[in-house]
């Protein structure tokens, strides 16, 4: 059956329903294929920063590296590091008074860690609308389109499978396109969610290896994680 019947034989109810249905199905591909790079360019981003980092000889060159590369854990690191500096140079002021350098570099690390987050989470809304609302648009359109199918019958006075035919399977192809925008938005909903978890695990267990060594100069458990740092990185905490 040709598709363009619908827009040449149906109304302008069964043509917005196809409308919405093509623009949430190409926007959708849309978020999928750039999502999925900026997922894949994420996971070999952190994991060279990770190692590079861990690597540094200074607080400055692991700073610089945090500055340059643009990665969650990059942004992480900085805001740590940032935040020590910055809590050192008040030194005797109002924030030392107000709280520890420890629950300081809490607070930064904690921030830069839900804005990273929070970027990830765009167009996750999206697809969740896409693929909650489009089987019930497509319906709608079916619904519509076989009205509309009941009506020429009823005017032209028969039911025969050449006068029936026609308008249901034009009607019936508006649920095939719902399903058609809303399974692969689904699919990709829950794939990116697993990725954000991912995600959000390799975060904190960067945050944690990077708060120990920022507060102590030592790691709390050597090789528990593939971003511990290794001896040599004391010496970005005593670099000053």
Known sequence: ?????????????LIGVFLTLFAMSVITWALIFNKSLLSWRLRRGNAAFAQA????????????????SKTPLAEIA?????GQQHYRRRDG????????MDEFLVRAIRNAMTKALARQQSGL?????????????????????????????????SASMDVVAGPLGEALVATAAGL??????????????RFNRTLSQEMD??????HAYLTTGSAVNMGASETSAPPAT???????
């Not at 509309?148 to 005017?155: C, E, F, G, K, T």
């Not at 004391?234 to 000053?240: I, K, N, P, Y």
């Open 53 to 68: 980092f861990w690597q540094s000889h200074s607080a400055s060159q692991a700073l610089w590296l945090a500055h340059e």
């Open 205 to 210: 267990a960067f945050a944690y290896d990077l």
């Open 180 to 193: 058609a925008a809303a399974i692969p938005a689904v699919l990709a909903y829950n794939a990116f969610n």
């Open 1 to 13: 059956m040709n598709i363009a019947l619908v827009f040449e034989h149906g109304d302008w109810v």
């Open 93 to 100: 002021s109002t924030l030392q008074a107000a709280c520890s």
């Open 234 to 240: 004391t010496a970005m905490v005593e670099e000053r």
């Open 125 to 157: 809304t999206f697809l969740a609308s896409v693929g909650s609302t489009a089987p019930f648009i497509g319906l709608f359109g079916t619904v519509w389109g076989i009205y509309n199918a009941l009506m020429d019958i009823a005017a032209a006075g």
């Open 78 to 82: 900085q805001a740590g590091l940032l």
